[in-house]
């Protein structure tokens, strides 16, 4: 059975950090791409930063200059530096099958999130 779980939330002051990480399990052979989204209370899920599975990275503009992402094999990385308040959210994160043999191309498994408090 497919899983995802997020690890390294916590509550930190601002211009803090905090490591994130998301480990993918029963994917069997599939590719992947590995996301990170937040949502803060009241608001939509929001994009934060990918991996792909040829581990090209994309990053949201409010994150990028503060926040790497990096990924080995099932394993996805997430340094936040430099927090501020408004980073305050629930980490998710997202794997999104993009092919192999036997595998849902498209299929979307999400985790049941990480909380990240940072305080002024």
């Known amino acids: 059975q497919s899983q995802v779980v997020e690890s390294g939330g916590g509550s930190v002051q601002a211009g803090g950090s905090l490591r994130l990480s998301c480990v993918a399990s029963?994917?069997?052979?599939?590719?992947?791409?590995m996301s990170w989204y937040h949502q803060a209370p009241g608001k939509e899920r929001e994009f934060v930063s990918t991996?792909?599975?040829?581990?090209e990275t994309r990053y949201a503009d409010f994150v990028k200059g503060r926040f790497t992402v990096r990924r080995d094999k099932n394993t996805a990385y997430l340094d936040m530096n430099n927090l501020t308040p408004e980073d305050t959210a629930m980490y998710y994160c997202?794997?999104?099958?993009?092919?192999?043999?036997?595998?849902?191309?498209?299929?979307?498994?999400w985790g049941q999130g990480t909380q990240v408090t940072v305080s002024s």
């Open positions: 997202q794997v999104l099958i993009v092919s192999g043999w036997g595998c849902a191309q498209g299929q979307s498994t």
């Open positions: 029963g994917f069997r052979q599939c590719s992947y791409d």
């Open positions: 991996v792909d599975s040829v581990r």
